[in-house]
């Protein structure tokens, strides 16, 4: 309103002069029209110096409610002055006065009307004033037609003041509007110009041959192999091949995308971009160029790949782990079953590898499984996948167009290259391989029953030959079905009384008289029969069930023995698997305390595997024997890893010299040497000599020729339950001699 202030003064002045020179001669007075016109240019200059005081200052950002009915009071104001002519002079003019007064009164309505419609309040204040005074000159008059005319005035002046209000409304809306437009665009470009500046991403825009047309100066920064503008440049050219690739197929489909990786060549090597981009169209609706963002990820991309390799990775040999070889193989049996491959998956176990963990120590073992590595990433390839499935197990995974024979031959190339020896600090190793190979039976066969059947094929390999490739088939299924059966009912073979004693006896080797007899375990199956220990000591030891049944044959041992005469021991062999368990010299305690055997007719047999294998727990439990009074029997001497430090450094009371060398396949010069040095070593420690497995007579004076100080074997007598010992004991007490003959066995 301020803004048209000076032409509404303006229009004022000039409107009252045409009426005062138009009608002045018309009226009988003219000294009062002459004032009105003079009013109404006071008014108009009063509000010009209004304006001009005003237009230095800045724009009102609020107006009061005070200021709008002030300007609400000058609006009727303005609209009385105008009102006053009609109202006074209205009937004393003719028909051109007539004329020239209703035509002025008609267009100030509309005009003012339309000045004053931002203010409703002031625009209707000034309508009502002018159209009242309007109607009273009317009303004065005498025209024949001043009813009708009323009316019409009536009405224009209802519909000039809704107009105003009309006017009014769409004034603040649209002034709202364009004031928060012009907010919001401020606001957008203080943003645009932080994201800039201080943003990692950056703003492109590509024309429809998808060269760049513009880009935030962000872009020149990343790509920092291009000092110059970018503009016309071709946007793929700035991409990696394989990047240049995905960002084309995302462009073909001619739709919005969002978070596309691809990557980028940079100076420094590959860098990786996350583009988000929509196209731009034409009036006809076709693609003419795209607009996005894009921002460089490589950090976050390198730290998620790095995340990625180490929950796939075996951190030790780089090597896929177990979950990992697990999807492989997954995925690979799925291409399988659409055919075209063939399929093999293998369980690869290192040979001795335990005992150089054990000798060496962790890290070596570690350093080992390293460099084991190393040599099988010679062998991955297209089609052959290794992982590292735990411990010291591996997995090959084999996928080729090749029968079984090829990939047992593949196996065992990878076998005689791992069994290569290996330096390691000071110490030269060298661990064999054993390997079991599964291939799917049926469609349906998944990777759980392949992965258990390579392992089954692995353990039947360790047992026939190590060093060695076995294929999965399914009498080792059997085998192993039979074994975890045997695991089962082993469980409860003690409790119901199906374990059992044997003894062989040991003599003394000059006058053949029993010294001693050597406990022998046998499992009297419900189903089987009567079993030997190597069909199921193995499985107590890998189950744990070791402890409580070799807690169970030193308590029925002792019992045994404190029955027999007071110069006869009993032997017990102690497994090396018990000693891990802890508690074994409590067990020996209570065994001695509840039979009342004295400790020293108990003779306690390991065999050098626990020096190597359980230094500690060895060396802690036979002192504990010493303590205790028990003797300790070196048992299979000269078999594993025979050591003088073993018989010095422990209280070693006996050494049973192996069947091997009493009645083995080597050479009798051979197999003379060595049990003489056994005796010579035995003797000069003030040991106790047992010659094992003497089933002749001629083994048996040849052993006692010897110096052997004990003798046991099929010669003297075959393992018997212990009531038919006690009765060998009595028939054998009074008739000391060297037999003639071997002893029948005894049931």
Known sequence: MLRYTPIMMAANVVNALCVVVGILHLVDDPFPLVLWGLAVCAFAVRGTQVWYANRERPPRRTVSSRGLWRTTYQAALLGGLWGVLPAIWYPELDQGGHILIGTLVTGMICCGAFALATIPSAGTAYVLALVTGSLVGLLRTDVSHAGVIAVLLLAYAITVTYAVFGTGKLFVEHFE??????????????LLNEFEENGSDWLFELDAHLRIVSCSPRFLDVVTEHTGDLTGRRFGELLAPAGEKSLFAALSSGKAFRDLLVEAEGPLGARWWSITAGPLLDANGAVSGWRGVGSDVTDAKLAKDRIVWMATTDQLTGLPNRTHFRDCAERAIERCRKGGLTIGIASLDLDGFKQVNDTLGHAAGDELLARIALRLHDFAREG?????????????????????????????????????????????????????LALPRSADEDIDRLMSNADTALYAAKVEQRGSVALFSEAMQKAADEKRGLAEELKLAVEAGQMELHYQPIVDASTMRAVAAEALLRWRHPRRGLLSPDVFIGIAESTGQIGRIGAWVLSQACRDAASWPEDVSVAVNVSPAQLVTNGTSEIVRTALAESGLAAKRLEIEITEAVFVRHGTQAEEFMRDMNAMGVRIALD??????????????????????????????????????????????????????????VESAGELAWVRNLGCTQVQGFQVARPMPAAAFADFLKSHAATPGIPKRPMPAIA
């Open 177 to 190: 509007a364009e004031t928060a437009l012009k907010h919001n665009g401020e606001v957008i470009q203080l």
């Open 384 to 436: 052959v996948t290794i992982g590292r499935l735990g411990g010291d197990e591996f997995g090959v995974l084999l996928e080729c167009e090749c029968d079984a024979d090829t990939m047992i031959s593949l196996l065992g190339e990878i076998v005689t290259t791992i069994s290569a020896p290996i330096a390691i600090g000071d110490s030269t190793v060298s661990v064999g391989g054993t390997a079991g």
């Open 636 to 693: 299979d001497f000269g078999t594993g890893y025979s050591s003088l430090g073993y018989i010095t450094r422990f209280p070693v009371s006996k050494l049973k010299i192996d069947r091997s060398f009493v009645s083995g396949g080597a050479a009798i010069k051979e197999r003379n040497a060595i049990i003489s040095a056994v005796v010579g070593i035995a003797r000069s420690l003030n040991m106790i000599t047992t010659a094992e497995g």
